[in-house]
Nanobody, 122 residues
Framework: VQLQASGGGPVQAGGSLRLSCAAS????????IMWFRQAPGKERESVAA????????YYADSVKGRFTISRDNAKNTVYLQMNSLKPEDAAVYYCAARNGPSSKRSYDYDYWGQGTLVTVSS
C-alpha cells in the first residue's frame, strides 16, 4: 500500500487549501483514512477521518465547520478541504490508512504518506 499526500503550501490566514491523499496498491473498501498533523514541538494529532465505504467521517473539534474530508473512490483519493485557515493550523499533514474503523491513535495506522507542509501566515 502506498499513500501519496500533496496539496500543502503557504496560505494567508482565512485562506483555503485542498490536500489530496492518493492511495494505491490494493483494494481499500474496508480501510479508514485519517489525516494527522504535526506542528514543530507538538505531538501528532488526528484531524479528520473517513471510511472508504459508507458515510462515516470524523473531525477534531478544532477543525469542525472549517475542514471537510471526502473521497473519490474512482480515483482512490481522499481529500481534505481546509477553509478559514488559522495560524494554528500550520503543520505537516500526513494521511494514514488502516484496515478497519478509524482511530485517533497514530500507532493504529499501518500505512503513511510522506507528509505535506501547510504554512499559514497571519
Amino acid at each position: 500500500v502506498q499513500l501519496q499526500a500533496s496539496g500543502g503550501g503557504p496560505v494567508q490566514a482565512g485562506g483555503s487549501l485542498r490536500l489530496s491523499c492518493a492511495a494505491s496498491g490494493r483494494t481499500f473498501s474496508s480501510y479508514a483514512i485519517m489525516w494527522f498533523r504535526q506542528a514543530p514541538g507538538k505531538e501528532r494529532e488526528s484531524v479528520a477521518a473517513i471510511r472508504w465505504s459508507g458515510s462515516y467521517t470524523y473531525y477534531a473539534d478544532s477543525v469542525k465547520g472549517r475542514f471537510t474530508i471526502s473521497r473519490d473512490n474512482a480515483k482512490n483519493t481522499v481529500y481534505l478541504q481546509m477553509n478559514s485557515l488559522k495560524p494554528e493550523d500550520a503543520a505537516v499533514y500526513y494521511c494514514a490508512a488502516r484496515n478497519g474503523p478509524s482511530s485517533k491513535r497514530s500507532y493504529d495506522y499501518d500505512y503513511w504518506g510522506q507528509g505535506t507542509l501547510v504554512t499559514v501566515s497571519s
